[in-house]
């Protein structure tokens, strides 16, 4: 099934800047000052619309966590933090030894 990348979508945000590498998606939550926040490159998901497509699913996982726990989403945060895995490299890249990661 074909997903419209240009549809406006609350909490997902598309990121296409001309002076970074970076090319893709962004889910934010925030409730209760707590914040939630995930990037999906291009890159390491093979295009635009497979990024999107993660990114939608996150949001959605976070989303039903929330509504189980609405009193407690710093521990909901925490949960899906480390549930869904964080890659700040593109797949199959690795930084060059002696560098430091991204933060």
């Known amino acids: 099934m074909q997903i419209d990348i240009y549809k406006p979508r609350k909490n997902i945000t598309r990121f296409t800047y001309e002076f970074t590498s970076f090319q893709g998606w962004r889910v934010t939550l925030c409730r209760r000052q707590e914040h939630f926040t995930r990037y999906f490159s291009d890159k390491q998901y093979g295009s635009a619309e497979a990024a999107l497509r993660a990114a939608i699913e996150v949001l959605e996982h976070v989303?039903?966590?929330?509504?189980?726990?609405?009193?407690?989403?710093?521990?909901?945060?925490?949960?899906?933090?480390?549930?869904?895995?964080?890659?700040?490299?593109?797949?199959?890249?690795?930084?060059?030894?002696?560098?430091?990661?991204?933060?």
């Open 63 to 103: 989303k039903y966590r929330l509504s189980a726990s609405p009193d407690d989403p710093a521990r909901v945060f925490e949960e899906c933090r480390d549930l869904i895995p964080r890659s700040d490299y593109p797949a199959g890249v690795r930084p060059r030894k002696g560098t430091r990661p991204l933060t």
